[in-house]
């Protein structure tokens, strides 16, 4: 007979989710998936000016901020036939890589290396064999013997203590927990080395973004970041080397530390690269736009279907038909009225809310499908659809990443096998080197245009009479981010957006197929279900982002979290 396990809330994610999973024999035969909470911007914003929509938009969460904006002016942009100034495609790019980096450092230690890492663990390491591992991954200058004793200070300090704070409910000790002491030090040693990188990265997104999170310098039709090389108090060289120069220390973090961590733990733990595929149909969009017309780009996107790397088909332009033709968005499981499954632009969002129901309405959240098909999004959607597509700095980060695991985990490890949990993990590594060196290069593409004499960074917006439809996307750290708007006499007559999170957080369709969290689960090891681990590794591998949190707050120290196991 199977059990069910009840995470609600699920932890160490932006927003409110719910898992339930039936358990038989050791593995997970079925899988739910639902958002806990509605937000209702979609409602916001009717009747509103379309030039004020990134504003409210960027607030649907408070970690996807930027992603909002960027994705939300461009959809305006893309209803008017709006090209923007080369500057200002620049200045966005360097937004996109800055936030980007940002987002997958914190995800990788603050959110999630916690289900691979056993801090309790370290106080068994050595730090002299933890510095011989260290040094054997990168020269990273914190790899260093006494950096490791004073870490496992550190932990030993707070252990004895019995105020663990941020890491006070891992699941130490657990018996999927299987990284030597030595390893779980290094990881422990750069999870606080974390802290500060990712704060550089926000730093030089405030630079030129005005302030994070919620940026403030976005507007239909460019950016309002004015250049004056002659100016203190707009963009000058002052700025952008200072920019710059956080750049490479977040770039050196993430080469040296961050993708080699991926690697180890990848390696050391590589029987989960056998769980959690899930749905192997991929959608990721292309973005790091090169022009004015939105055609060329550094990342690609496009579609993979059934996991086959030969049926990968790219989407071209912030045009392009075959994206814009083929999203639609399933409520039969939804907490929305009606069973219907329609394109965004003809979407309406009617909460209807009704219990928890296993074959009925579980979720707030839509089930997004591509050619009616479920799709999975993300970094791993896109480095797959890159290496298909022969796509050169993503094979060259593909092909190093698969022979360092490869080596440390003593068997061969092709493309195929990223197709996994730990598969998304190394994904998202690859994909925050390549954003590294992207968010260079445009930086230095939008100095040698400014040298050139171009300060141009605005293209004003005029709104005819009448009707316009519009989308607009983005490959936002999670996925595919896009937003749709209907705008009649210059104004928002609807307006959808289809985020990263909906596509893989989905419910079933009214056809039964589940959504990618719900799929990657099945098949997965459940050694102690009072304690479901490697539910959370599979799911925090998506970096779920469901909605604004709620933060709860108990001084009293009175349960706030429970796992249902019956």
């Not at 408070?62 to 939300?72: D, K, M, P, Q, R």
């Not at 963009?235 to 977040?250: A, F, G, S, T």
């Not at 098949?523 to 949190?549: K, M, W, Y």
Request: glycine residues 8%.
């Amino acid at each position: 007979m199977a059990q069910r396990i009840t995470v609600d809330p699920l932890t160490r994610i932006e927003g409110h989710l719910r898992i339930d999973a039936e358990v038989k024999d050791g593995k997970i035969s079925k899988a739910w998936s639902s958002g806990q909470m509605w937000r209702g911007i979609e409602v916001i914003l009717q009747g509103r000016d379309p030039r004020d929509a990134w504003l409210f938009t960027q607030r649907i969460c408070g970690v996807c901020t930027t992603v909002h904006a960027l994705a939300s002016v461009r959809t305006v942009e893309n209803a008017l036939g709006l090209e923007i100034p080369i500057n200002a495609q620049y200045i966005r790019n360097m937004v996109i890589a800055l936030h980007t980096l940002h987002d997958h450092i914190v995800h990788f230690y603050a959110l999630s290396a916690l289900d691979w890492v056993d801090v309790v663990s370290a106080l068994k390491a050595d730090p002299v064999k933890t510095a011989a591992l260290a040094s054997s991954l990168s020269n990273w200058p914190g790899n260093g013997v006494k950096r490791f004793a004073a870490v496992k200070a550190k932990i030993k300090a707070l252990v004895d203590s019995g105020q663990l704070g941020p890491l006070a409910n891992g699941y130490w000790g657990h018996p999927a927990m299987t990284l030597p002491p030595e390893a779980n030090l290094m990881a422990v040693s750069h999870y606080l080395e974390a802290l500060d990188y990712q704060r550089k990265a926000n730093q030089a997104i405030a630079i030129i973004g005005g302030k994070s999170p919620h940026i403030q310098n976005m507007s239909v039709g460019g950016v309002t970041t004015a250049i004056n090389l002659n100016n203190e108090t707009t963009l000058n060289m002052e700025r952008l080397y200072w920019m710059k120069q956080l750049m490479e220390e977040v770039r050196g973090f993430i080469q040296q530390v961050y993708l080699p961590d991926v690697i180890a733990i990848g390696a050391l733990y590589k029987n989960w690269l056998a769980y959690g595929a899930g749905v192997t149909n991929y959608l990721a969009v292309p973005d790091m736009v090169l022009n004015t017309a939105g055609t060329e780009f550094d990342l690609p996107g496009g579609t993979i279907m059934n996991g086959d790397f030969s049926t990968v088909k790219l989407i071209t332009s912030f045009h392009d038909k075959y994206f814009r033709d083929n999203v639609k968005e399933s409520i039969a499981h939804a907490w929305y009225d009606g069973d219907w499954s329609r394109h965004p632009y003809e979407e309406d969002t009617v909460p209807r809310y009704t219990d928890f129901q296993d074959d009925g309405k579980y979720s707030w959240v839509k089930a997004p499908r591509f050619q009616n098909q479920p799709m999975q999004v993300g970094p791993l959607a896109q480095v797959l659809i890159g290496y298909a597509s022969g796509h050169e700095l993503t094979k060259k980060y593909v092909d190093d990443v698969l022979a360092r695991i490869s080596t440390v985990a003593g068997t061969e490890v092709g493309a195929a096998a990223l197709q996994s949990t730990i598969g998304r993990h190394a994904a998202r590594a690859i994909r925050a080197a390549m954003l590294a060196d992207l968010g260079l290069k445009h930086w230095q593409l939008l100095v040698d245009n400014i040298g050139r004499g171009d300060l141009e960074i605005f293209n004003p917006p005029t709104f005819p009479k009448g009707e316009q439809r519009g989308f607009g996307f983005h490959e936002a750290p999670r996925g595919v981010l896009s937003h749709w708007i209907v705008i009649n006499d210059g104004r928002i007559k609807n307006y959808q957006c289809v985020v990263p999170s909906t596509w893989n957080a989905g419910p079933r369709d009214k056809q039964g197929r589940p959504g990618p969290y719900e799929a990657s689960l099945v098949g997965n090891p459940v050694a102690d279900a009072q304690r479901p681990l490697e539910i959370l590794r599979t799911v925090h591998s998506f970096d779920p982002c469901i909605a604004c949190a709620v933060h709860m707050l108990d001084p009293e120290g009175r349960e706030m979290i429970k796992v249902k196991a019956v």
